[in-house]
């Protein structure tokens, strides 16, 4: 889990951990519910976007159906993101890396 990860690394407890994490992404969820950009510096941004109405179409039975317009995020990685991730998938993966955090669990 990711606050468990963040409690190794900065030798908090696991609850300040995750309050803190939890407090962080209440910020960035009321930033982006006020319409405005999220920076995460050497990490990414978030922004909300408005998506258009359009035609859909169901990929099982081929019936198209009105999607209606709706705001969405976009993440966009930073340059150093990127750079990091295209080293990092050039070489093997520690076996620490792939257990210390999972996302989603």
Do not use: C, W
Not at 42 to 52: D, I, K, M, P, T
């Amino acid at each position: 889990m990711l606050s468990e990860a963040a409690a190794r690394r900065t030798g908090l407890s696991k609850a300040d951990a995750a309050a803190v994490g939890e407090a962080m992404f209440a910020l960035m969820s009321d930033a982006l519910m006020a319409g405005e950009n999220v920076k995460l510096t050497a990490f990414g941004s978030l922004q909300v976007r408005e998506r258009a109405e359009r035609l859909g179409r169901n990929p099982r039975t081929g019936t198209e159906h009105r999607i209606s317009p709706r705001r969405t995020v976009v993440f966009t990685p930073s340059a150093q993101l990127r750079d990091a991730l295209g080293r990092y998938a050039a070489k093997p993966r520690p076996a620490e890396l792939t257990s210390d955090i999972r996302l989603g669990a």
